[in-house]
T-cell receptor
Framework: DTGVSQDPRHKITKRGQNVTFRCDPISEHNRLYWYRQTLGQGPEFLTYFQNEAQLEKSRLLSDRFSAERPKGSFSTLEIQRTEQGDSAMYLC???????????????FGPGTRLTVT | AQSVSQHNHHVILSEAASLELGCNYS??????LFWYVQYPGQHLQLLLK??????LVKGIKGFEAEFIKSKFSFNLRKPSVQWSDTAEYFC????????????FGGGTRLMVKP
């Protein structure tokens, strides 16, 4: 399967701990997105990269959140000093921005479910 | 900022019934529109999309959606649902001059009774 992959699929952590999630996009996709989805809601945008450059960040992304895509391939999302309100599904998506496609079709991974106790 | 509304949170239908799920967005400029589906235990999958041209777009599994610009709507339809269509459906928008992020509606959970 060459779709978007995310690791881990589930993470349980205690409040105050740091967690890091990884996303591997579809090969050759140059855009990578992070979203957060809470129960009963649609996904909400957090941030996105084009290659290694982080181009947009949502106001939802507090100072405790940081994302990187150091070589323009996989990405990591780190949450420091986790809070119970951070419990959610963290989704990664990727797209290919080209003159033909414009990069608007985003393909999603299975998500990482974070539970903060 | 743009927003997306899906007014039906839960829909229950019997097999072979027709389906229409409402989606309205608030943005005055050019938009790209999407429907995603999430089957139980699976990840979000793109069902269909509208970028430009014919406002009636056809997607996978017999789904279609119609973009009505004057109503800011992009409703999803299927003439005859199957039990396997049981899933959560999300409408989403990209506003063309407001970045590349998808703005999602709250989702509609569809249950099809066999």
């Amino acid at each position: 399967d060459t779709g978007v992959s995310q690791d881990p699929r589930h993470k349980i952590t205690k409040r105050g701990q740091n967690v890091t999630f990884r996303c591997d996009p579809i090969s050759e996709h140059n855009r990578l997105y992070w979203y957060r989805q809470t129960l009963g809601q649609g996904p909400e945008f957090l941030t996105y990269f084009q290659n290694e450059a982080q181009l947009e960040k949502s106001r939802l992304l507090s100072d405790r959140f940081s994302a990187e895509r150091p070589k323009g391939s996989f990405s990591t999302l780190e949450i420091q000093r986790t809070e119970q309100g951070d419990s959610a599904m963290y989704l990664c998506a990727s797209s290919l921005a080209s003159p033909r496609t414009g990069g608007r079709e985003q393909y999603f991974g299975p998500g990482t479910r974070l539970t903060v106790t | 900022a743009q927003s997306v509304s899906q007014h039906n949170h839960h829909v229950i239908l019997s097999e072979a019934a027709s389906l229409e799920l409402g989606c309205n967005y608030s943005y005055g400029g050019t938009v790209n529109l999407f429907w995603y589906v999430q089957y139980p235990g699976q990840h979000l999958q793109l069902l269909l999309k509208y970028f430009s041209g014919d406002p009636l777009v056809k997607g996978i599994k017999g789904f279609e959606a119609e973009f009505i610009k004057s109503k800011f709507s992009f409703n999803l339809r299927k003439p005859s649902v199957q039990w396997s269509d049981t899933a959560e459906y999300f409408c989403a928008v990209i506003a063309n001059n407001a970045g590349n992020m998808l703005t999602f509606g709250g989702g509609t959970r569809l249950m099809v009774k066999p």
